[in-house]
């Protein structure tokens, strides 16, 4: 069986530098919020190009954080819009719903599946304060045309980078440095992930990072002083460990991504599906290779039955969740067509050029 993705095996690379760091850390006594995080915040700032990294749990409460923070810097408040893709994980539209802000689902542009410039600005409303931007699959969205029709209408840039991390367009920004605050997850399947649960706000804006800072801590500026009621969502000490030992390999990462996406690209020949569209440069790092099928259900199982395991991103989107019923109605028939035809292949760092071969003679005989 070809795995969709082999953590076990990915991971063994680091193992020995593991159970180093777990040792270090576990003579440290130091296990909350301590010089690994500490690290890893200045690191991964550093790498984003952004002035400063918050460690939190999840990068749920990544992004909850950041509007949370906004709310408290009285640029947000209850009520307010957020314009997001209708097409992206749940966890994108979870972070406003909880922040006491209302979700505008906006059709993807259907090549890029990213939310576009001109479908921000048709959803625009009196009420809108902010857009969401999720660089879905590991794609950067046209930031560009984001920025200027965003910053025309005064708007807040969030991105949902959770996808995307290392993505850069071809001045050399990378994702989490686009907006006015970003929020990442270091899920263990992502292209930076850590062992558990993880996630970060990347911000350029001091008042919004001396906020989260607290908000992510109890309100806590101080120990046993809070500035106000704040939450506990931080990121783990050993696991910021585990991602300082993975962060400089990154980028060697996100490469062999690429070039086993480009690999697909040349090699596949079918009509029946459809691949993603990619400019061929940093801008996509591939946490997902998605094609298109009418036919998905078959192809699945056409690949199961030849030993490839795939996975669905995502089979029900966020509208038609059963809990968030209210949103049932939408009229939204591209990111349904989306929904309804994706199917993701093994993309992995750890796919062998043999096994690519065999999901392409497949594909191509399908």
């Known amino acids: 069986m070809i795995k969709f993705q082999d953590l076990q095996l990915f991971n063994s690379q680091f193992e020995d530098e593991f159970m180093r760091v777990c040792q ?28 400063y990294c918050i460690g939190t749990g999840t990068g749920l409460d990544a992004l ?22 209708a097409n992206t994980y749940i966890a994108s539209i979870l972070a406003i719903i909880h922040a006491g802000l209302v979700p505008v689902f906006s059709e993807p542009n259907s090549h890029t599946f990213n939310i576009s410039a001109k479908n921000i600005e048709d959803a625009i409303t009196s009420k809108t304060k902010a857009v969401l931007v999720v660089h879905l699959y590991g794609q950067l969205a046209d930031m560009t045309a984001i920025n200027a029709v965003s910053n025309s209408h005064n708007l807040l840039v969030i991105e949902d980078a959770a996808q995307a991390h290392g993505a850069r367009d071809s001045g050399g920004f990378r994702s989490g440095d686009f907006g006015h605050a970003a929020g990442f997850s270091f899920y263990p399947s992502k292209n930076l992930g850590a062992l558990g649960d993880g996630g970060a706000v990347t911000t350029s804006d ?14 806590s500026s101080k120990k046993y002083i809070v500035d106000f009621p704040g939450y506990n969502s931080r990121l783990d000490e050993i696991q910021a460990a585990f991602l300082n030992i993975k962060l400089p390999l990154l980028d060697t990462h996100n490469s062999k991504r690429i070039s086993l996406a480009k690999f ?8 029946k599906i459809l691949l993603p569209y990619s400019k061929g440069h940093l801008d996509h790092v591939f946490h997902q290779f998605v094609l298109r099928t009418k036919d998905r259900d078959g192809l699945q199982e056409y690949l199961k039955l030849h030993g490839v395991e795939t996975l669905i991103h995502y089979p029900v989107p966020p509208h038609k969740q059963p809990g968030l019923i209210k949103y049932k109605s939408l009229d939204l028939p591209i990111t349904e067509e989306i929904h309804e035809t994706v199917i993701s292949l093994p993309i992995g760092p750890t796919l062998n050029r043999s096994d690519s071969e065999k999901i392409v003679e497949l594909l191509n005989a399908y």
């Open 206 to 219: 001091e008042e919004l990072y001396n906020v989260i800072y607290k908000l992510r801590n109890y309100g």
């Open 24 to 51: 270090q850390f576990l003579h440290s006594g130091n296990y909350i919020l301590g010089n690994q995080v500490d690290r890893f915040e200045n690191s991964f700032a550093t790498y984003t190009g952004a002035k």
């Open 64 to 85: 909850f954080l950041i509007f949370q923070g906004y709310k408290k810097l009285g640029k947000l408040k209850d009520g307010d819009e957020v314009v997001v893709p």
């Open 264 to 271: 697909y690209t040349d090699s596949i020949d079918n009509k």
